[in-house]
């Protein structure tokens, strides 16, 4: 049973660049979640997806955005990068239709804004 | 939770003791609380939870404490091993659908165990 996925495992980018990381939920969880851990930080909560549909949002601009696709999968874009956006980024699921709300963490994404 | 920036509080144990690790949360609306353990470099992975409806749990060597009254969360782990060495995460959630389930992650706790 896979757990939770992501890619890149890191990537090194621009100020000013745009970026794409990706995230394939546990097998069977249909609700994304994904959250930025600044180094020595504990995770913030960015955005939440279920059904295809942002269903929650925490304290970020609209430079980041997501997306849910059918398969349950999950994108998550930052526009305009910061250098303050250079952190480690989390994607974690849960099954909410079975109403088993713990979510599990995938690997992140390092990012470095340069 | 406050985060407390690079400089976590840290808790060094010897190898075969008991740990206890505290938390304080702050949202007394949350009724669902969960410890993850990161390891460097990794993303947390999920130890142990407890409901609101709960004061202890236990699982594995790891025993949840919550006092609701206080707002305060305890890890207890019995018999610690080089392997438990690693950042510990308090979060807290609301089960309410309408609130969603976005997890709040207090500031972590480093452990360091010494053979």
């Known amino acids: 049973d896979a757990g939770v996925t992501q890619s890149p495992t890191h990537l090194i980018k621009t100020r000013g660049q745009q970026v794409t990381l990706r995230c394939s939920p546990k097998s069977g969880h249909d609700t994304v979640s994904w959250y930025q851990q600044a180094l020595g930080q504990g995770p913030q909560f960015i955005f939440q997806y279920y059904e295809e549909e942002e269903r929650q949002r925490g304290n970020f601009p609209d430079r980041f955005s997501g997306h849910q696709f059918p398969n349950y999968s999950s994108e998550l874009n930052v526009n305009a990068l910061l250098l303050g956006d250079s952190a480690l980024y989390l994607c974690a699921s849960s099954d909410r239709r079975g109403r088993r709300e713990t979510q599990y963490f995938g690997p992140g994404t390092r990012l470095l804004v340069l | 939770g406050e985060s407390v920036g690079l400089h976590l509080p840290t808790l060094s144990v010897q190898e075969g003791d008991n740990s206890i690790i505290n938390c304080a949360y702050s949202?007394?609306?949350?009724?669902?609380f969960i410890w993850y353990k990161q390891e460097s470099g990794k993303g947390p992975q999920f130890i142990i939870d407890?409901?609101?409806?709960?004061d202890k749990r236990q699982g594995q060597r790891v025993t949840v404490l919550l006092n609701k009254t206080v707002k305060h969360l305890s890890l207890q782990i019995a018999a610690t091993q080089p392997g438990d060495s690693a950042v510990y995460f308090c979060a807290e959630t609301s089960m309410i659908k309408a609130a969603g389930n976005k997890l709040t992650f207090g500031g972590g706790t480093r452990v360091l165990v010494k053979p």
């Open positions: 407890i409901r609101s409806n709960m």
């Open positions: 949202n007394s609306a949350s009724d669902y």
